[in-house]
């Protein structure tokens, strides 16, 4: 199985909550590897631009708001067929969807306030890293 690579975000409500290492060991424990990581305070127009699909739906300006809130960790995770298993992961957007043992389940506040975001397909994946990092900042090469 080839090698992929995802874009994770640890947002602002579980940096908030000093939760960083433990999701960071939960995304190891996966056979995740980090390969690139940087904390970050976005900006207006680095959220809104990173969430543009979803200008105009009733939560995109609450959503923007909350990830201006605070500091986010920026990663790239490498592993075989990593975009499924990272979804699987971190659990459905609403966190009471979401199933028993998954990130979301664990420690998201709500729908909004659910501290990992994943990329949904390889599409996003490159789209979304090339978003927040160079190439030299991946530090494992494929
Ligand atoms: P995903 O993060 O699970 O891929 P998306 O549908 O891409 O979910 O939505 C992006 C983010 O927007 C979600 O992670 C969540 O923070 C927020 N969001 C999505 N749908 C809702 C909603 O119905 N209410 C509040 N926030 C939402």
Do not use: W
């Amino acid at each position: 199985m080839p090698l992929e690579r995802t874009l994770s975000m640890i947002k602002p409500d579980a940096v908030g909550k000093q939760l960083i290492g433990t999701i960071l060991q939960r995304f190891e424990q996966a056979g995740f590897t980090v390969v690139a990581a940087k904390l970050m305070q976005l900006t207006r127009e680095q959220a809104e631009g990173f969430y543009a699909e979803h200008e105009g739906r009733d939560f995109y300006e609450p959503l923007i708001e909350f990830m201006t809130s605070g500091p986010t960790m920026a990663l790239v995770l490498q592993g075989e067929d990593i975009i499924p298993a990272y979804r699987e992961l971190i659990g459905k957007t609403d966190p009471t969807q979401a199933a028993a043992g998954t990130i979301r389940a664990d420690f998201a506040e709500s729908t909004r306030l659910n501290a990992v975001h994943g990329s949904d397909s390889p599409e996003s994946a490159a789209r979304e890293i090339a978003y927040f990092f160079v190439d030299d900042e991946i530090c494992v090469k494929a």
